[in-house]
């Protein structure tokens, strides 16, 4: 598996754009596939915000994840963020997650980010609570209840 910027295979942005507003369209119920794959297309730079990776096995695209500065709007007083970590099914349990997040932490340290976070349910927070993330905050966005966490990359 090989970890690589986005931008560099532009290709996979229409693929990446479907994938994305079907797993995370119920938070933003507005969101659409063309308006992802805008959002996307401006990620444009290797070592910047906003950026985005996709873990790859030859030519085909496992999963991705972002590094954003604003992830929601209701949600502004926290920045910047993990965002959109997504493994396609025939991918996941396989590490594929972790690596991304890996890679998504180790940018941010890179750019001296001093404390990144994430939201996610309550089902995945032992996920990251697992790769060293802690919760930071509880809130409803929308209908979801949602915990925010956070990590210090430059530690």
């Not at 659409?32 to 915000?49: F, G, K, M, N, Y």
């Amino acid at each position: 598996m090989e970890i690589d910027y986005l931008c560099d295979r532009p290709v996979l942005i229409p693929e990446l754009a479907r994938a994305h507003v079907a797993a995370f369209g119920a938070l933003l119920p507005d969101w659409t596939v063309a308006q992802a794959e805008d959002e996307l297309r401006s990620h444009t730079r290797r070592r910047a915000i906003p950026t985005t990776w996709v873990a790859m096995e030859g030519e085909q695209w496992l999963g991705s994840v972002s590094l954003l500065q604003n992830d929601h709007d209701d949600i502004r007083q926290y920045s910047p963020w993990l965002a959109s970590l997504y493994v396609c099914p025939r991918a996941r349990s396989g590490g594929v997650g972790r690596a991304l997040v890996a890679r998504c932490v180790e940018e941010a340290a890179a750019l001296a980010v001093p404390r990144l976070y994430l939201y996610c349910t309550d089902a995945l927070t032992d996920y990251y609570r697992a790769l060293g993330w802690r919760i930071q905050d509880r809130l409803l966005l929308g209908p979801l209840s949602v915990a925010v966490m956070a990590i210090e990359p430059a530690r």
